[in-house]
């Protein structure tokens, strides 16, 4: 069976360090992958997504980044961070069919002080 | 642009009742599909259910069903016989049209349901 793992669960930075977020995806290959960020008490925003090695969309401008060095692997960077960018973090994949779910990671609780 | 609402912002039911969450949507794709997830206090989102824009019945899956009402543009959320564990926020979501660039979800707002024992 699949399984996404992704790290670390929380997460403390200062106001312009920079971050790693990793996740990745076990059982199934040439997944979909996604970042999305959660406000507190909010629905889900779309931040990026892939369908291959290699290939990053972004949904919306921001200090933020992504990359996808393997097939399962998805990585969310930052250079410095900026105080607006605490929420919670997750990661998920799904399968190419239309009505395939997005299937999600635990999270990372982010808090930039 | 495709938008989800869900107008509830909390809702109580009593344990053993059954309950509607609220969803309604707007698109101008013919083809979409409809996805409701859980998520609770612990942070993690189950995927609970799915409607496709073409399916002819509603979509049902165990204790939860799909109210879909395509005219109205509303994929509202039953669950029957709750449980204390049902307790968590409700999310609404629609896949992004006929896309060929990724299975994207534009989630609504989300509702706080609470279940009293």
């Known amino acids: 069976s699949q399984t996404i793992h992704q790290w670390p669960a929380t997460l403390v930075q200062p106001v312009g360090s920079p971050l790693s977020l990793e996740c990745t995806v076990e059982g199934t290959s040439n997944p979909n992958l996604y970042w999305y960020r959660q406000a507190a008490g909010r629905g889900l925003q779309l931040l990026f997504y892939s369908v291959g090695i290699g290939q990053i969309s972004s949904e919306v401008p921001q200090n933020l980044s992504a990359s996808r060095p393997q097939d399962r692997q998805f990585i969310l960077s930052s250079k410095k961070l900026l105080l607006s960018d605490s929420g919670f973090y997750l990661c998920a994949w799904s399968a190419g069919q239309r009505n395939s779910p997005l299937h999600f990671g635990n999270g990372t609780r982010l808090t930039v002080t | 642009a495709q938008k989800i609402t869900q107008t509830q912002p909390g809702m109580f039911v009593q344990e053993k009742e059954a309950v509607t969450l609220d969803c309604t949507y707007d698109?101008?794709?013919?083809?979409?599909?409809l996805f409701w997830y859980k998520q609770p206090s612990s942070g993690e989102m189950i995927f609970l259910i799915y409607q496709g824009s073409y399916d002819q019945q509603n979509a049902t899956e165990g204790r939860y069903s799909l109210n879909f009402q395509k005219a109205r543009k509303s994929a509202n959320l039953v669950i029957s016989a709750s449980q204390l564990g049902d307790s968590a926020m409700y999310f609404c979501?629609?896949?992004?049209?006929?896309?060929?660039?990724?299975?994207?979800?534009?989630f609504g707002g989300g509702t706080r349901l609470m279940v009293k024992p």
């Open positions: 979501a629609m896949r992004r049209g006929n896309n060929n660039a990724g299975n994207m979800l534009t």
């Open positions: 698109t101008s794709d013919p083809s979409y599909g």
